[in-house]
Protein backbone atom coordinates (compact mmCIF):
# COMPACT_ATOMS: atom_id res chain seq x y z
CA UNK A 1 0.00 0.00 0.00
CA UNK A 2 1.48 3.54 -0.81
CA UNK A 3 1.77 5.67 1.74
CA UNK A 4 0.42 8.19 -0.49
CA UNK A 5 -2.73 6.92 -0.70
CA UNK A 6 -2.45 6.31 3.24
CA UNK A 7 -1.95 9.42 4.06
CA UNK A 8 -4.84 11.01 1.56
CA UNK A 9 -7.20 8.50 3.19
CA UNK A 10 -6.40 9.71 6.92
CA UNK A 11 -6.53 13.04 5.75
CA UNK A 12 -10.17 12.32 4.36
CA UNK A 13 -11.57 10.27 7.62
CA UNK A 14 -10.36 13.17 9.39
CA UNK A 15 -11.55 15.94 7.69
CA UNK A 16 -15.19 13.81 7.58
CA UNK A 17 -14.89 13.22 11.39
CA UNK A 18 -14.16 17.29 12.26
CA UNK A 19 -17.76 17.40 10.05
CA UNK A 20 -19.27 14.99 12.85
CA UNK A 21 -20.08 12.73 9.11
CA UNK A 22 -20.64 9.20 9.11
CA UNK A 23 -19.04 7.64 5.85
CA UNK A 24 -22.51 7.44 4.17
CA UNK A 25 -23.43 11.45 4.73
CA UNK A 26 -19.87 12.12 3.16
CA UNK A 27 -20.89 9.78 0.05
CA UNK A 28 -24.17 11.53 -0.19
CA UNK A 29 -22.51 14.93 -0.17
CA UNK A 30 -19.99 13.62 -2.66
CA UNK A 31 -22.36 11.50 -4.53
CA UNK A 32 -20.06 8.60 -3.99
CA UNK A 33 -21.04 4.97 -2.27
CA UNK A 34 -20.69 5.04 1.62
CA UNK A 35 -18.24 1.54 1.01
CA UNK A 36 -16.39 3.76 -1.86
CA UNK A 37 -15.49 6.24 1.14
CA UNK A 38 -14.51 3.73 3.68
CA UNK A 39 -11.94 2.22 0.71
CA UNK A 40 -10.51 5.33 0.33
CA UNK A 41 -9.81 5.71 3.90
CA UNK A 42 -8.60 2.49 4.13
CA UNK A 43 -6.17 2.93 1.14
CA UNK A 44 -8.01 0.28 -0.89
CA UNK A 45 -8.92 2.29 -3.76
CA UNK A 46 -6.73 4.39 -5.74
CA UNK A 47 -9.31 7.26 -6.03
CA UNK A 48 -9.65 9.33 -9.21
CA UNK A 49 -8.88 13.05 -9.74
CA UNK A 50 -12.83 13.19 -10.27
CA UNK A 51 -13.71 11.86 -7.48
CA UNK A 52 -11.10 13.75 -5.34
CA UNK A 53 -12.76 17.19 -6.74
CA UNK A 54 -16.05 15.35 -5.71
CA UNK A 55 -14.96 14.91 -2.00
CA UNK A 56 -13.29 18.49 -2.42
CA UNK A 57 -16.60 20.06 -2.94
CA UNK A 58 -18.20 18.33 -0.47
CA UNK A 59 -15.93 18.60 2.28
CA UNK A 60 -15.82 22.41 1.37
CA UNK A 61 -11.94 22.51 1.44
CA UNK A 62 -9.54 23.38 -1.48
CA UNK A 63 -7.75 20.57 -3.32
CA UNK A 64 -4.43 21.45 -2.18
CA UNK A 65 -5.66 20.70 1.41
CA UNK A 66 -5.57 16.93 0.58
CA UNK A 67 -1.94 16.71 -0.79
CA UNK A 68 -0.16 19.13 1.95
CA UNK A 69 2.51 16.21 3.04
CA UNK A 70 0.65 13.37 1.81
CA UNK A 71 3.98 11.97 0.07
CA UNK A 72 5.43 11.48 3.75
Excluded: C
Amino acid sequence: MSSLRKNFGKKIRQLRQEKGWSQEELGEKAKLHRTYIGMIERAEKNITLANIEKLSKALSVPLSSFFKDADR
